[in-house]
Each structure stands twice: as C-alpha cells, then as structure tokens.
C-alpha cells in the first residue's frame, strides 16, 4: 500500500472542534458534577447570562459532534497528520480554557471557578493552564509545518 | 371519580402500547416483502426502528406510568425516552422509505404529492417541528398545562403522544433519512439545531433556578433533581442527533479518492 497524502489543514481543523468540545466536556464534568466547585447554575446570575451560557453550551455539543466526525472521516481515508491534528487539539482546549476563564467567568460573571477568598489563585491557575494549552499546541502546530515531515 | 381517571389513563396507555406494537408488525412486514422481493433493506434499519419501538413500550410500562406518576424525574425519563430517544431510534429506521417502497406506485406517488403541499411543508419544516417540540416543552412546563395533565386523563394520554409524534418531526426535519425533496439545506438545520439544543438546556436550569413547574406539588429538590435529569439527558440526546446529523452533511459530499481531494471536495458543497 502506497502511502497516500496527509492533509494538515483539515487535521488541524478537526482537532481544534475536538478540543474545544472536549475541554468544556470537561469543565461540565470535572468541575460542575464530580468536584461541584461552580454549580450549573449560580443562582443569583440574571436570565441573558442564563442564555448565553446555554447557546455557548450548545455550541460545545456541535463542535464535539463535528469534530468528531470529520477526524473519523479524515482517519478512514488516512489522511490524518499527527503534528497539526495534537496542535489543533491543544490549541481548541487552551482557547476554550481561557475564553472560559475570561469572557465567562470574569466578562459575563456566569459563575467564578470556586467560591473562596483567594479567588485570584484559582482564576490564576486557571488562565495560566489555559495559555499554556495554547502555547504548546501552536509551537507543536508550527514545528509539525517546519519540518514538513509528518510523523504518521 | 379518580378511580374512573385512572381507569381512561391505563385504557389510553394500553392503546399507545397496542399503536407501537402494530407499527412494529407493519414495519417488520414491510421488511420481509422487501427481502422476498430481493430488494436490499439493511438489517441494522430493521434493528434501531425496533429498538425505538422497544423504549416507547418501555416509557409506556406501567412501572415507568407509576414513577411519572410519583415523582417529578419519573415523567422527565419518559419525557425523554418518548420525545427524544425513541424518535431518534424510529427516524434512523426509515419507516417513510419503507413506506414508500412497499405501497404501489401510484399510492407512493400520491404520499409524495401530498407531501409537497404547502400545509405538510410549513408542518415539516424544521422551525415549525422545533416550535411543537421544544416549545411544546416550553409551554408544558411555565404553564398550568402540566398541572392540568394530572387531573384531565384525556391530556395526559395526548401528551404523550404529543412528545413522540413532536420528537419524531423533529428528529426527521434535521436528520431523517427519507426522501425529503423540500427539506431546507443543511445550514439551515444546523443552525436549528444549535437553537433547540441552546433552548432545551435552557428550560431546565429555568426549571432548575424557579422551581418550575410550579403548583403541582413537587418539592424544590425533587424539581432540581428532575431539571438535572432533563438537562444531562436531553444533552446526551442531542448530542446523538448531533452525530446523525454530521454523517449525513459528509456522506452528501462526495467521497475524495486521495487527501489532495479533501479541500476541493469541501468547497464544492
């Protein structure tokens, strides 16, 4: 069997769905259900927050559900490139993780990561894990493009 | 007085239980003149159809009608069993083509007229099935509706026929595997689906937060606890629909022999 061609871009798309999706999976699960730190629903938030929270919930499902999919699809024709496709996954988990960590928590005030005094350190580890999702996954991204090799 | 309620509610449920099974035995007849006639009917078809009828007759059993009788969680189970993963588990079946296929010609020609006609297509349309659905629910739960469910046997049979008919439309209008020449296009199903999935998750933290429905003698945490069911449920429910739905955006492209297709093969559609 000849080794037929990856393709980056779609890969990369893939995962970034995937991890978008999967770390918000995670929040719901880690964090709302298993440790119970931030409910939800915080109680005292007012209906437009209850909404966005919802559409940004819905979203997370699509993206899941697509992504998903389109790696599976990439997969079945062995197209998928290893570099772009854990950058992409990296990448959409650091990315949720901050948006998270700013525009819900901070922005909208949906809800904080625990109710504590020394809420900065939580919002701290928070943001920073974020950034440091996203920083690996795009030097991962731009290594795998550089060498132009893929390991498969 | 209520003795005689009960008496309409386990007839009316009796007769749902009955409708299923014949469904069921048309479905599985169908099938068999389909296999006599040497015409192929993809056996997992006949499968995930019968597993749909298999979880309304569950909903319909009468331990499940006495755990929604009881208890707020118990109606939100069969809520989703009967409007969302039963209607799934049908619509993958594709009872609409085996229709189709099994009557004579002239009688299929006649179904797809009468199914272009401007009623059955605002009927059909995903809005319209999102509004019956997930309106319906809507309507059911911030409305004495659900109240007036429990003492009305009449309501309640209807109900839940209404979950499952609404659930099926639904389901069929984003997803379903029948000829559908007037179905609008996939982006406009998928945004319908982004609303449904956004605005069902949201009637259950309103549930959750207000203690919805109210005056109908459900304790705060018995209402939390079903929001919560209805919630993560409904979710996985969606999530499922979710996947149906993408398989069938990729399958319509067309299949790329080499990855350096891949891109042209997106952008054609």
Redesign the interface.
């Known amino acids: 069997m000849d080794a ?4 980056a ?2 890969s990369l798309t893939a995962t970034v769905f995937l991890g978008i999706g999967l770390m918000a999976a995670v929040d719901e699960i880690v964090f709302h259900q298993i440790l119970a730190w931030h409910h ?2 915080d ?1 005292s938030t007012p209906a437009v927050a ?2 966005s ?3 940004l ?3 997370e ?2 993206m ?3 992504g ?3 790696y599976v ?2 997969s079945r ?3 998928v490139s290893r570099g772009p496709a854990w950058g992409g996954l990296l990448i959409g988990a650091g990315a949720f993780q901050l948006f998270d960590g700013t525009v819900d928590h901070k922005l909208l005030r949906l809800h904080q990561v625990r109710y504590v005094d020394n809420l900065w350190v939580y919002d701290l580890a928070w943001n920073g894990f974020g950034v440091l999702l996203l920083a690996v996954g795009f030097v991962i991204w731009r290594r795998s493009l550089r060498s132009g090799v893929d390991g498969r | 007085m209520i003795h005689q309620a009960h008496l309409i509610a386990l007839v009316g449920t009796s007769l749902l239980v009955v409708l299923t099974l014949a469904l069921w035995f048309s479905y599985a007849l169908g099938v068999r003149r389909q296999r006599r006639q040497r015409k192929n009917w993809p056996c997992w078809r006949l499968l995930v159809f019968s597993l749909g009828c298999a979880l309304l007759v569950l909903a319909f059993s009468p331990p499940m009608v006495e755990w929604g009788h009881a208890d707020l969680s118990g109606h939100m189970a069969q809520h989703l069993l009967l409007g969302m993963f039963a209607p799934i588990a049908l619509m993958l079946g594709a009872p609409g083509t085996l229709l189709l296929r099994s009557v004579p010609v002239a009688t299929a020609r006649r179904i797809v007229d009468f199914a272009a006609t401007l009623p059955v297509r605002c009927l059909s349309h995903p809005c319209t099935a999102l509004l019956l659905d997930i309106g319906g629910l809507y309507v059911l739960y911030l409305t004495p509706l659900y109240q007036l469910s429990f003492s009305a046997p009449v309501v309640h049979v209807w109900l839940q026929l209404h979950f499952v008919l609404a659930g099926y439309l639904f389901s069929w209008s984003i997803a379903g595997p029948d000829p559908a020449p007037h179905r609008p296009g996939m982006r406009v199903r ?1 945004v319908v ?3 449904a ?3 069902h ?2 009637l259950g ?2 549930m ?2 207000y203690g919805f429905p109210r005056d109908a003698g459900h304790l705060i945490a018995e209402i939390e606890a079903a929001a ?1 069911l209805m ?1 993560y449920g409904g ?1 996985l429910a ?2 499922l629909l ?2 149906v ?3 069938v955006w ?1 399958r319509r492209r067309r299949m ?1 022999d ?3 297709d ?2 042209t093969a ?1 952008r054609r559609t």
């Open positions: 037929k061609p990856v393709d871009r779609a939800f629903f109680r209850l909404l929270d919802g559409l919930h819905s979203a499902l699509l899941l559900a697509a998903f999919l389109l699809r990439l024709h062995h197209a | 998928l689906l982004f609303v999935i956004a605005a998750g949201v933290k309103l959750y937060a919560e919630y979710d969606e999530l979710a996947v739905f993408f398989t990729y790329p080499s990855a350096s891949w891109q997106d």
